[in-house]
């Protein structure tokens, strides 16, 4: 069974960073793509980034390209999000997910959700 588990959100001020964890418990780290998205308060969850299982394919959003940088530990099932140079927009909670193996930047492609974490980002 796929458990995936957010950790590391919290408060930061503008121009900070975070890093978040986002750990598979029940089962080895399969050979698929891991995705993050974030929902910020009355809007649709968005694609932040995702990785493919050899972390050699690597895709971002615009609006986090260059700031965020997504990787992978398949030893210890752990996918990570560093987040550099915070703004106030990219306040939301955050959602790590399973794909297949080739990633996608739709959320409906996604299987496994894990519960999300908080990030907030005052000015």
């Known amino acids: 069974q796929v458990q995936l588990v957010e950790s590391g959100g919290g408060l930061v001020q503008a121009g900070g960073s975070l890093r978040l964890s986002c750990s598979n418990s029940g089962h080895t780290f399969r050979r698929n793509a891991m995705g993050w998205f974030r929902q910020a308060p009355g809007k649709e969850r968005e694609f932040v980034a995702f990785i493919r299982w050899s972390g050699g394919k690597t895709v971002y959003a615009d609006s986090v390209k260059g700031r965020f940088t997504i990787s992978r530990d398949n030893a210890n099932n752990t996918v990570y999000l560093q987040m550099n140079s915070l703004k106030p927009e990219d306040k939301a909670v955050y959602y790590c997910?399973?794909?297949?193996?080739?990633?996608?930047?739709?959320?409906?492609?996604?299987?496994?959700w894990g519960q999300g974490t908080q990030v907030t980002v005052s000015s």
């Open positions: 997910a399973e794909d297949n193996e080739y990633g996608s930047s739709w959320s409906g492609e996604y299987r496994y």
